[in-house]
């Protein structure tokens, strides 16, 4: 290669200036007309013939003449041979020997290099030829017939590529005439209409020759036009792979190569069928009912087959899917396969919910089934994983789910479990998110190997029409940021489409990377079945009535071939039709409504048989100190040989040494502590986000880099037991939507690992808003299905201004499910009160609380979202440090700490109990300590916000009668934790005391940016905290 560069760069003698000016620099106005571009500028360079662009025709000369010198003309082998051997620049060039006998078959066809004696016009003529080539590999689909409806564009441009020939129907014979005469006679390529029948040398970046080298330019003309402006449009010149480039050329150019057996047109008219007749079921049945319907899009059905079989036959076992509401009726009942009685029962209004999913059956919940392949024979697992109607949120989260599938059954290049995402064509280009997911296909730890990407491309998003909706020719532009070919195919000839989703599976197979095929399709009814089209599309609903369905259409053309008769087509009609008739019929008896029968994610064992939790308790989350000492001495050292680590990390080290030896921890060791006692347990640990290996506040250090060696690292978490689980710590892109999506979905996978997502800074969860709220807060409620994913959001008021402060704790405390009014009647808070909440909201004050509620989320039976506040300023602070003898067995997670200074050994002597949590603990045990209040003023920390603490609450205040009730916090009062404090301390207290508020006032963002305005709001909040009179006039 870097002698190709050399060699490349020694030939390139030309300014750009001198090159030949392209067509697109001067693309006229549509109507395109072709002008007369072709400009080269008298040689000035040593060899005279070369000009910029044939740099590239040399190139490809180039290669092959390294390959085999045999494999180019004469010429450019004596010129190679010279140009290597160092020859002066112009000396390189020698005329060409006499031609020999063995071109003797290509001079009966009128060779070029015969009829030409002139070297000039026959290197211009093959980079002529050559030029024509790349241009129907560039921008052939460009004039491909991709849109069934004829009407609009697919690239949504309906000008044509002024430096290609085309005789598409789009153009009639006289202008296709007209056309070739331009581009030919003294037009663009230089060459003249006798040209037409000379032949040429094909260059080894094309397969249109097939077994031929050499062809005519008529025949290179039609064969390229049969590759690239038919039914198909190849995207994938952008791929800087020549390997990759090659592979798709050569799937779509070599002569012959689309050929179907009657077998395969049979299995695919028989899935169509499938397809058609399942949605003019539903319609019949139910006609007033919504059912976001494929009709325009039949072909997705066997598209997804196809991928599906030729994937198993590659040696996929397990397929995850993502799709949206467009058809998803019928992916479940033909391509999952889910009993169809299941699907029409759900249009039953009497039927009854067994289970507590509030789950919209039809068009969000997931499913899961295993089966046989009939194609291949092999069994195959089927995911489709439930989604919001937030368009495109399940992206990562299908990819989240698919990675931990692999990880867990040890696939590490994904050649056994793959994910395929359906996407709209509006959402597909709209929704960032689909950007964020693309990002992470590529990333060592979010790879999922390569993803096939189906978009319905209906050319209509709702109401509004693509020329409004997206800014880029075609909705799949995004997909070209991470190098994914992309095929666009006429969704009515479906042989096309099964074919491209063939070669989408093998792409994927082969290079273990995206793909997108996108069904060009139109959408028959409106949006959804009620709505009226033609209000808004008038003129394409017009055509869409007038429209034959790709079955009938398919089935003519077979029947035309002899692959079916008309018989055998009608009884393949009436034998779907009667299966759905039949499953209709039994859905009649379906009384009860299981949502979980519709879970994507069974976790086997873990539950009942029934789905119950298989116990109510949750043993100590402590730990014996042996293993607090081990963990503790390995995150203090560098467990292998010879690796120099950067001196600050080696104080670091050492002062977490000390600490161990003092038997204490921070918080990093708290942490670690954690992970690390469950990594003993076999429980799998992945910390994703932004900057989490190392600790986006310098504490964390858990990827050890060798200061000499490039990319050398250890982490020493892995090296704590023999069969321990394996740790994954991994910096994220800087995403928080796909990247929490992911680890969602990640955690989905397995009940036995315990996941967490940490955000940079708290307050930047707000764009991953939409998984928090579809998802992590309802996801059970909704689906049936647990998470037990944990969102590390650092929070506190440091003064680093409003940017960087809160965690937004109001967001998460709003979202909870628990009842502010009315005290729990359970027997045991401990675990029960968890498992009826939607999630675990906590705020830890130590880092043996931090420790405990990390081991709590796995040890507990059943598995809910938990969301940390975690700590900025404390990860340092000398009081923020807990003994061992917090952690040991017996002790456990705290969900209240009380005071256990003076004010608790005299409670009736308190004047004032302050309830708080987190950081400003610390604040307000200071000043109490400085205004020597210690036996006026309790301080009692809650550290479980949600579900709220009522029992050991209410224990707290009976404890202190005389005392007045506060609330403190350091955020403003209209965020934090006082709105859900405040009525749910009243309840604990049967409303039979004021709960009065020390704290910031209300205010619009988060912080102030000014230091000092920090320190006077926290002085103020100090005084009202211990000013025993603040409340006295207010009573
Ligand atoms: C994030 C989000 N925004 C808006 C909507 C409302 N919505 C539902 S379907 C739809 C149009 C989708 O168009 P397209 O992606 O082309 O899919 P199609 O319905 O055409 O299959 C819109 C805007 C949504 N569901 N999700
Ligand atoms: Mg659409």
Request: glycine content about 6%.
């Amino acid at each position: 290669m870097l002698n190709l560069r050399t060699c490349v760069a020694k030939l390139r003698p030309v300014t750009a200036s001198q090159t030949v000016k392209t067509i697109s620099q001067h693309r006229p106005a549509a109507p395109r007309t072709f002008h007369q571009l072709r400009c080269y500028s008298a040689p000035v360079a040593a060899e005279p013939f070369l000009s910029g662009t044939s740099s590239n025709y040399v190139e490809e000369m180039y290669y092959a003449w390294l390959e085999n010198p045999k494999s180019v003309h004469k010429s450019w082998d004596i010129f190679f041979r010279n140009a290597n051997a160092g020859a002066a620049p112009g000396t390189a060039y020698q005329s060409p020997p006499p031609l020999t006998t063995s071109l003797s078959t290509l001079s009966q066809a009128q060779s070029l290099v015969q009829a030409q004696p002139n070297v000039d016009k026959l290197v211009e003529d093959h980079l002529a030829v050559q030029s024509l080539i790349r241009a129907y590999q560039i921008r052939g689909h460009h004039v491909a017939q991709l849109d069934p409806l004829g009407i609009l564009d697919a690239d949504l441009d309906s000008s044509l590529p002024a430096d290609i020939i085309t005789s598409t129907d789009k153009l009639d014979l006289a202008v296709f005439k007209e056309r070739l005469r331009v581009l030919t006679v003294g037009g663009f390529y230089g060459l003249d209409e006798s040209d037409l029948d000379k032949v040429f040398h094909l260059p080894t970046t094309t397969f249109i020759g097939g077994n031929e080298s050499a062809l005519p330019l008529r025949e290179i003309i039609r064969r390229l036009e049969m590759a690239y402006c038919q039914h198909i449009g190849v995207e994938f010149m952008f791929i800087n792979d020549l390997e990759q480039c090659q592979w798709i050329r050569q799937k779509f150019e070599t002569p012959g190569i689309m050929q179907f057996t009657n077998e395969e047109k049979r299995t695919l008219l028989a899935r169509l069928v499938r397809s058609t007749r399942f949605e003019e079921f539903l319609h019949r049945k139910w006609s007033s009912e919504k059912r976001f319907g494929l009709e325009g899009c039949e072909v997705l059905i066997p598209a997804l087959k196809t991928i599906i079989d030729k994937s198993s036959e590659k040696g996929v076992d397990y397929v995850i899917m993502g799709m949206p509401h467009r058809g998803r009726l019928n992916v479940l009942a033909n391509v999952i396969r889910k009993e169809l009685e299941q699907i029409f029962c759900q249009f039953d209004s009497k039927l009854e919910a067994a289970d507590e999913g509030s789950g919209d059956v039809k068009y969000h919940l997931g499913m899961y089934h295993r089966r046989i392949n009939r194609v291949t024979d092999r069994n195959i697992t089927l995911s489709l994983v439930a989604n919001p109607s937030h368009l495109e949120a399940a992206d990562p989260v299908v990819q989240g789910k698919t990675k931990a599938e692999q990880f867990y059954c040890g696939d590490t290049e994904g050649k056994k479990v793959m994910s395929i995402l359906l996407h709209g064509d509006a959402a597909f280009a709209g929704q960032g998110i689909v950007y964020e997911t693309f990002h992470l296909s590529d990333l060592p730890s979010y790879t999922t190997h390569g993803t096939v990407h189906v978009v319905v491309n209906n050319q209509i998003g709702f109401t509004t029409d693509p020329r409004m909706a997206r800014s880029s020719p075609y909705p799949t532009d995004v997909a070209r940021v991470v190098n994914a070919p992309i095929f666009h195919v006429n969704a009515d000839d479906p042989e096309a489409v099964v074919y491209v989703c063939n070669v989408a599976a093998e792409w994927r197979s082969t290079f273990h990377k995206d793909v997108v095929v996108d069904l060009v399709c139109y959408r028959r009814n409106g949006h959804n079945e009620m709505d009226e089209p033609m209000f808004t599309q008038p003129l394409m609903y017009k055509q869409i009535r007038k429209q034959k369905p790709v079955l009938q259409k398919y089935a003519e053309l077979l029947i035309s071939q002899g692959v079916v008769n008309q018989p055998e087509y009608e009884e393949e009609i009436a034998k779907y039709d009667k299966i759905c008739e039949e499953a209709h019929a039994r859905s009649k008896d379906e009384k009860i409504l299981h949502i979980k029968h519709w879970l994507d994610s069974p976790w086997p064992g873990f539950f009942t048989l029934d789905g119950q939790p298989r116990s109510m308790t949750c043993p100590s989350t402590g730990l014996n100190e042996e293993d607090l000492t081990h963990i503790g001495q390995v995150a203090s050292s560098v467990p292998v040989e010879d690796f120099t680590i950067h001196g600050g990390l080696s104080r670091i080290l050492k002062t977490r040494g000390e600490m161990v030896k003092n038997r204490t921890v921070d918080w990093a060791l708290a942490e670690y502590m954690a992970f690390g006692s469950l990594l003993k347990e076999g429980i799998h640990i992945r910390l994703s986000g932004q900057d989490v290996e190392r600790g986006t506040f310098s504490h964390r250090h858990h990827v050890l880099h060798d200061q000499n060696v490039d990319k050398r690292i250890c982490i020493p978490m892995n090296h704590l037991w023999p069969n321990q689980a394996p740790y994954t710590v991994c910096n994220s892109s800087l995403s928080e939507y796909g990247v929490l999506g992911f680890e969602l979905g990640f955690a989905m996978a397995s009940p036995n690992a315990l996941v967490l997502w940490e955000a940079q800074f708290g307050d930047f969860h707000n764009t991953a808003q939409c998984i928090i709220d579809q998802f992590i807060c309802p996801g059970q409620a909704k689906w049936v299905r647990q998470n037990g994913i944990v969102l590390l959001l650092p929070h506190g008021m440091e003064g680093m201004g409003p940017e960087h402060s809160s965690a937004r704790p109001e967001r998460f405390l709003q979202m909870c499910n628990d009842d502010p009014d009315v005290f729990p009647k359970l027997d045991d808070f401990d675990v029960r009160q968890l498992y009826e909440c939607n999630w675990i909201v906590v705020n830890c004050s130590t880092p043996a609380n931090f420790f405990h509620v990390l081991r709590r989320q796995i040890l507990l039976p059943f598995r809910k979202p938990l969301i940390i506040f975690t700590p900025k300023s404390l990860l340092r602070h000398p009081e923020a440090r807990s003994s061992f003898d917090d952690m040991l067995p017996g002790t456990h997670f705290l969900r209240v700490i009380p005071d256990s200074g003076p004010a608790a050994q005299n409670p009736e002597q308190v004047k004032r109990v302050l309830f708080c949590t987190g950081k400003v603990y610390y604040d307000l045990t200071r000043e109490r300590k400085a205004r020597q209040m210690e036996a006026d003023v309790a301080i009692t920390r809650v550290e479980q916000l949600s579900p709220f603490p009522f029992d050991l609450l209410q224990r707290e205040a009976q404890k202190y009668p005389a005392a007045e009730l506060v609330w403190c916090q350091e955020e403003h009062k209209n965020q934090g934790y006082y709105d859900y404090v405040k009525p749910r301390l009243r309840t604990t207290i049967n409303r039979a005391k004021p709960v009065w508020y020390a704290g910031r006032e209300p205010a619009a963002a988060p912080a102030t940016g000014n230091k000092k305005t920090h320190l006077t709001e926290l002085q103020r909040l100090l005084d009202t905290a211990f000013n025993l009179n603040a409340f006295k006039d207010l009573a």
